[in-house]
Each structure stands twice: as structure tokens, then as C-alpha cells.
């Protein structure tokens, strides 16, 4: 159901989901958390309530939910910690893993403070995330979420418009699962830190070790991990004949689709696949053989 948004004569914002109230967010008349609770809503429109309209009832939040362990521990591995206060090079004090309120220029802290002003923050990405999702998480794949929505961001450009959340709220959670190594690129080119950073979060979506990540140099087929935490190198993917079928086509011709080629993700690598990897292959200047190898799964991720 579409959410909208009206603003109080007082500063609080009221959350609709159709006529219904179910968030109220307290501003103050401050400029800058009106424009925080916006970036937070998942609300698509704004109306401003008369200036005697009385503000309705709101019932008790849903959820809570919490990142667990094994996202906190995602998280704060990939996350860059400053235990000294910098400027973010926006004439803004940052400190900690990326804490901006009421920090100021010579502020110091200690870890300990930091994962407490963390678990802060994430408050706000934890709850649009449990707003935004319309489907049944487990603790993994809601955790996972959360890391990925930290780093991309909420609302337009990022979490709240992406494919992977209309996948998933569509109850394509493999479509979904294929969208996390499509998020890894820095000015339009594929970053080895953001790319290991998506196969952990992909990883612990899946309910699978995500250590591996850390140090991976290359595709990998998460779907392949096994209990130790190794993931195996992605098979080149070709036409053949029996034809190869499987997970990892899946996910390459979702790539694919994300690239622009018109072609259904049915998990089978047939001739419609292979011409959209040969003009792939062409359009990115690599060898054009129409096997999907090691550059060409660098290219698409």
C-alpha cells in the first residue's frame, strides 16, 4: 500500500500507509531533521495538514528488530572506525563508523563508544528496513539488509528504489539474492572492496559463512559456499551440449538483464544467453567468445 506523508504546524511528521496513521516523527522545527526523517520514510508523497487539523492516532510501532551477530560483526569489518573526530570533507565532524550528532572538531573516543554510537545510527536503517520490506525476513537475510542499506543508502538512489527490494517484495528472493554484486561500483567501475563487501552481505543473506569475502580476488559462486566458509571460483558458463543449468546461470543471466539484454533468467544457458554474452563481450571490448569467464563476470558485477 502507498505510503504519504503530512507535516504538522508543530514539526511532527504523521506517516500514512492509506488512510491509516502508523508513524509519527517528532522534528522540532529543525530544518535538518525534517530532511533526516524524510530521507528515512518510504512515504512517496507530502501534504501539509491545516493549521487547526487535529493529529490522528498512531498505533505502537511494529517490529523493533535488531541487526544480529553475525551483521554487526559484517558490518563493522568493512565499515571504516575513526576513534578521532575529521571532517568528511563537507565541513562535517564525523567520528567513529561514520557518527555525525554532536560530534566536534578535537572530539576523541574509544571503540567501545563507537560500536555504541553504531548501534545508534543504525536504529534508523534498521527500521526502514523492517518499513520497506513486505515480506517475511529471517534474522540473516533482515541483517544482511540492514548492512547493505547502511552502505547504499535508504529512499531514492538506494535501498528504497532498487531492484533487489522490489524482488524481494515481489517474493523473488533468489531474483533478489542476484542483486547484491550489482551494487559494487565506484563512477561506474567495479571496486574490489565494495564487491567483496556484496558477496558478505549476499552471503549472509543466504545464511552462509561470509568470512571468505574478506580476501576474495575474484567472482565467486556463493551458492556453492560450504561450512567452512571457502566459496568456489564461478564455473565459465557456455553453450554445451547437454545444457548447463543451475543456479550461477540464473544469476548471470540476471546480470545480463540488469545490463539491458532482453532475455528470461530461467536458469538455462541457451542460445538466447550465449548472444547476449557475445554482444556483452562486444559492447565491453573483451574477447568475444560468448563464454562467460573470469573478465566477463568482472565486467557485468
Not at 564525523?94 to 554532536?102: A, S
Amino acid at each position: 500500500m502507498e505510503r504519504s506523508i503530512e507535516l504538522y504546524t508543530d514539526g511532527r511528521l504523521y506517516e500514512y500507509e492509506g488512510d491509516q496513521a502508523v508513524k509519527v516523527t517528532e522534528t522540532h522545527g529543525q530544518v535538518a531533521a525534517l530532511l533526516q526523517a524524510l530521507k528515512f520514510s518510504t512515504a512517496t508523497t507530502l501534504r501539509v495538514a491545516l493549521p487547526d487539523q487535529q493529529p490522528p492516532d498512531v498505533p505502537t510501532p511494529r517490529g523493533g528488530r535488531r541487526l544480529n551477530n553475525e551483521g554487526f560483526k559484517l558490518l563493522t569489518t568493512f565499515e571504516g572506525c575513526e576513534l578521532e573526530a575529521y571532517d568528511d570533507g563537507g565541513q562535517v565532524w564525523t567520528i567513529g563508523y561514520g557518527h555525525t550528532d554532536g560530534v566536534f572538531e578535537g572530539m576523541k573516543i574509544t571503540q567501545t563508544q563507537a560500536e555504541q554510537f553504531l548501534h545508534e545510527d543504525l536504529e534508523r536503517f534498521e527500521s526502514y528496513v523492517e518499513e520497506a520490506v513486505q515480506v517475511d525476513l529471517n534474522d540473516d537475510q533482515f541483517s544482511a539488509l540492514v548492512c547493505f542499506c547502511f552502505n547504499v543508502g535508504p529512499g531514492t538512489g538506494g535501498f528504497g528504489t532498487s531492484t533487489l527490494l522490489k524482488k524481494l517484495n515481489a517474493r523473488d528472493y533468489q531474483g533478489a539474492t542476484g542483486q547484491f554484486p550489482v551494487w559494487n561500483k565506484v563512477n561506474g567501475e567495479p571496486w574490489l572492496g565494495l564487491t567483496r563487501r556484496r558477496l558478505a552481505e549476499q552471503a549472509l543473506f543466504l545464511s552462509k559463512p561470509w568470512a571468505f569475502a574478506r580476501t576474495c580476488e575474484g567472482p565467486v559462486n556463493i551458492l556453492a559456499a560450504n561450512t567452512t566458509g571457502q566459496a568456489s571460483k564461478a564455473r565459465s558458463l557456455k553453450l554445451t551440449d547437454p545444457r548447463m543449468e543451475g543456479n550461477d546461470v540464473r544469476q548471470l543471466q540476471t546480470a545480463l538483464q540488469e545490463a539491458g539484454f532482453n532475455l528470461e533468467a530461467d536458469g538455462i544457458f541457451g542460445k538466447a544467453t550465449e548472444t547476449a554474452v557475445r554482444r556483452f563481450q562486444e559492447q565491453k571490448g573483451l574477447e568475444v567468445d560468448g563464454i562467460a569467464g573470469l573478465a566477463t563476470f568482472s565486467a557485468l558485477a
